[in-house]
């Protein structure tokens, strides 16, 4: 149930009251002040202050009783979250209600991401890569020619994106998801997160404390001294020199 945050780049971490004590995955801010945090048994929690308190909206509706590993915010109203057993939940009012429709989607979900208000992808276990054009309300499988676990997904347009996964995979794609191919990379292990500031600088991140970097769009990567050997499941660069 732990929720850090930080006000000065990340020098000092302070813990707030989550109000939960089941395990949370995924975090996304419309703002500084508004944002969801989602995990365990289909938590979702909600805060309109920066986190000085959380709510939890999971009790309020039924979201789903499977765990959720990441959400995302298209807008302030619109909102999808992904998780285990081919969940996907959405809500169109800002988070106060959630509908989780079935699908014939069995493979557990990891990591989710919209460029725009109708295009997105999620990616998961045995490879699954799935891809919306309409704000989702139908997803359609695509072939990743990869049948381990993917934990996470980036785009940079509606054309080129990265996923990322077991055993070192780095998938890339320039006709929106249509056919992926495998990077060479120096690592072999999972990885979890990916992302990109532009066409040519990105991050991917795994374990065990692994980084790797590119400047030519992953033609070739290069490890970075993480000083972990922590897992680790995220990475976000607000440009060039500062990261997390």
Same mark, same amino acid.
Not at 37 to 58: C, D, I, M, P
Not at 219 to 226: A, K
């Given at each position: &149930?732990n929720?850090? /945050?930080?006000?000065?780049?990340?020098?000092? !971490?302070?813990l707030?009251?989550?109000?939960? /004590?089941n395990?949370? *995955?995924g $975090?996304?801010?419309v703002s500084?002040?508004?944002?969801?945090?989602?995990?365990? *048994?289909g /938590?979702v929690?909600?805060?309109?202050?920066?986190?000085? =308190? !959380?709510?939890l909206r999971? &009790?309020?509706? %039924?979201?789903?009783a499977?765990?959720l590993?990441?959400?995302?915010?298209?807008?302030?109203?619109?909102g999808f979250?992904?998780g285990?057993?081919?969940?996907?939940?959405?809500?169109? %009012?800002g988070?106060?209600t959630w509908?989780?429709p079935?699908?014939d989607i069995w493979a557990? @979900?990891?990591s989710l991401y919209?460029?725009?208000?109708?295009?997105?992808?999620a $990616?998961g276990?045995t490879?699954t890569?799935?891809?919306t /054009?309409d704000g989702?309300k139908?997803? @359609?499988p695509q072939?990743?020619?990869?049948g381990m676990? @993917?934990?996470g997904? *980036?785009? =940079?347009?509606?054309q080129?994106?990265w996923?990322v996964?077991?055993?070192?995979?780095?998938?890339?794609?320039?006709?929106?998801g249509?056919? !992926?191919?495998e990077? $060479?990379n120096?690592? !072999?292990?999972i990885?979890y997160g990916?992302?990109f500031?532009?066409s040519k600088?990105?991050?991917?991140?795994g374990?065990?404390?692994v980084i790797?970097h590119?400047n030519?769009?992953? @033609?070739?990567?290069?490890?970075?001294?993480?000083?972990?050997f922590?897992e680790?499941?995220?990475?976000?660069?607000?440009?060039?020199?500062?990261?997390?």
């Amino acid at each position: &149930g732990n929720i850090v /945050t930080t006000n000065d780049g990340g020098i000092t !971490w302070n813990l707030q009251k989550s109000g939960t /004590t089941n395990s949370l *995955y995924g $975090v996304f801010m419309v703002s500084p002040k508004e944002g969801w945090v989602v995990g365990e *048994y289909g /938590t979702v929690l909600y805060t309109k202050n920066g986190g000085e =308190k !959380w709510e939890l909206r999971s &009790g309020q509706t %039924d979201v789903t009783a499977n765990d959720l590993e990441d959400v995302q915010f298209i807008n302030e109203q619109r909102g999808f979250a992904v998780g285990r057993r081919g969940t996907i939940t959405q809500t169109f %009012d800002g988070g106060r209600t959630w509908v989780t429709p079935k699908t014939d989607i069995w493979a557990s @979900l990891n990591s989710l991401y919209f460029i725009n208000d109708n295009e997105g992808w999620a $990616v998961g276990e045995t490879g699954t890569i799935l891809h919306t /054009t309409d704000g989702g309300k139908t997803w @359609l499988p695509q072939r990743s020619g990869f049948g381990m676990p @993917l934990h996470g997904v *980036y785009f =940079k347009d509606s054309q080129e994106g990265w996923a990322v996964g077991y055993l070192g995979t780095i998938l890339h794609t320039l006709d929106g998801g249509n056919t !992926w191919s495998e990077q $060479v990379n120096p690592a !072999w292990q999972i990885l979890y997160g990916v992302y990109f500031l532009n066409s040519k600088e990105g991050w991917v991140v795994g374990w065990p404390g692994v980084i790797l970097h590119t400047n030519n769009g992953g @033609l070739s990567w290069e490890r970075q001294n993480s000083n972990t050997f922590n897992e680790l499941y995220g990475v976000f660069f607000v440009d060039s020199d500062h990261g997390w």
